[in-house]
């Protein structure tokens, strides 16, 4: 099962999630570009350091090797 479908299978249930952080970022830049005149939402993406392809890689691959090294970090070091 993808995301899509995943989504679509709570959905059908009443099950909703709690935006991710990808997202919740996505709609933060959006924000930010429309504030303050900015053409491009690359451009915002470039101010704090990120490409638009990263964002959409980790929202769409959240069981990826670099995620699953974090979460391994993160459990190790206790946060």
Not at 30 to 36: A, G
Request: contains cysteine; proline residues 1%.
């Amino acid at each position: 099962m993808n995301n899509q479908e995943t989504y679509e299978w709570l959905a059908k249930r009443g099950i909703e999630l709690e935006e991710g952080f990808m997202q919740s970022l996505r709609d933060l830049a959006k924000t930010y570009q429309k504030e303050n005149g900015i053409r491009k939402l690359d451009d915002v993406y470039k101010l704090i350091g990120v490409r638009k392809q990263y964002i959409s890689y980790w929202k769409n691959n959240p069981s990826s090797t670099q995620t699953k090294k974090f979460q391994a970090q993160c459990h190790l070091c206790g946060c």
